[in-house]
């Protein structure tokens, strides 16, 4: 199936270049990065420290972002912005921009080693189903309010959105949802394999792994020190016959 086309839009200063920059060398079946474009100056905060949809909105039209040879786009913001939410559809510029604010992002996922890139990718598959499915962003169509360590979860309370983008799947009911429509039929399969890239890094893995089964932690560790000692004497004594 043809992939996704999206443009990313810097808004300000960003403190996590490094993931965005990630994402636009990242591979993918789903999507591809087209276009970056930057607004470096940002307006005075009409929402204490943080932006209005409306006022994200005027920005864009005065900074003449033309989203037309796309099919998607990300702005991405270091503030809080309206209702202090990680996302907002900004349907008063046009039907396929997302303000995604890594406000409190990197707090919450640290907490719970999960990659600030998860939080990065995770938004564009969620933008990405809405688009494929309804041809334009329409987040409260899939939404649900309880947490189901699904793509769609709400997260009312913010730091679900670590388990959210942990490793994240689809509900059966998001899954029906997509199915009615006139989705690619190889859309799913690729959503899928997508997820199977939301992986933390291999050292906090083991350290959840030592958290959840302490007892059995100490008994792998037990063994494993002593067919090392094993190994190690008989090492020692065949290297003694050679020498």
């Known amino acids: 199936m043809k992939k996704f086309t999206i443009q990313i839009c810097l808004l300000g200063y960003q403190r996590y270049l490094d993931k965005i920059?990630?994402?636009?060398?990242?591979?993918?079946?789903?999507?591809?990065?087209?276009?970056?474009?930057?607004?470096?100056?940002?307006?005075?905060?009409?929402?204490?420290?943080?932006?209005?949809?409306?006022?994200?909105?005027?920005?864009?039209?005065?900074?003449?972002?033309?989203?037309?040879?796309?099919?998607?786009?990300?702005?991405?913001?270091?503030?809080?912005?309206?209702?202090?939410?990680?996302?907002?559809?900004l349907s008063n510029f046009d039907s396929k921009t997302v303000l995604c604010s890594l406000y409190q992002v990197e707090t919450i996922f640290n907490e719970y080693n999960v990659d600030v890139f998860n939080y990065i990718h995770g938004i564009v598959l969620n933008e990405i189903v809405q688009i494929a499915t309804l041809h334009k962003v329409n987040e409260n169509y899939f939404l649900h309010d309880d947490t189901r360590n699904c793509l769609f979860d709400m997260c009312g309370l913010k730091k679900d959105i670590a388990i959210k983008y942990s490793v994240p799947n689809l509900c059966p009911s998001c899954i029906a949802k997509i199915e009615s429509t006139a989705v690619d039929k190889d859309f799913i399969p690729l959503l899928n394999n997508e997820f199977k890239s939301f992986k933390k890094p291999?050292?906090?893995?083991?350290?959840?792994?030592?958290?959840?089964?302490?007892?059995?932690?100490?008994?792998?560790?037990?063994?494993?020190?002593?067919?090392?000692?094993?190994?190690?004497?008989?090492?020692?004594?065949?290297?003694?016959?050679?020498?």
């Open 21 to 89: 920059e990630k994402l636009q060398n990242y591979s993918s079946n789903l999507f591809e990065v087209t276009k970056c474009v930057t607004i470096k100056q940002l307006p005075s905060c009409d929402l204490e420290w943080g932006y209005s949809d409306n006022c994200i909105c005027q920005l864009l039209s005065s900074g003449n972002i033309d989203n037309s040879n796309v099919d998607l786009c990300l702005c991405f913001i270091d503030n809080p912005i309206e209702y202090n939410y990680f996302t907002r559809d």
């Open 202 to 243: 291999l050292f906090y893995r083991i350290i959840d792994f030592v958290k959840e089964r302490p007892i059995l932690s100490l008994v792998i560790t037990s063994i494993s020190t002593i067919i090392i000692n094993v190994l190690s004497s008989l090492l020692y004594e065949l290297l003694r016959s050679l020498f």
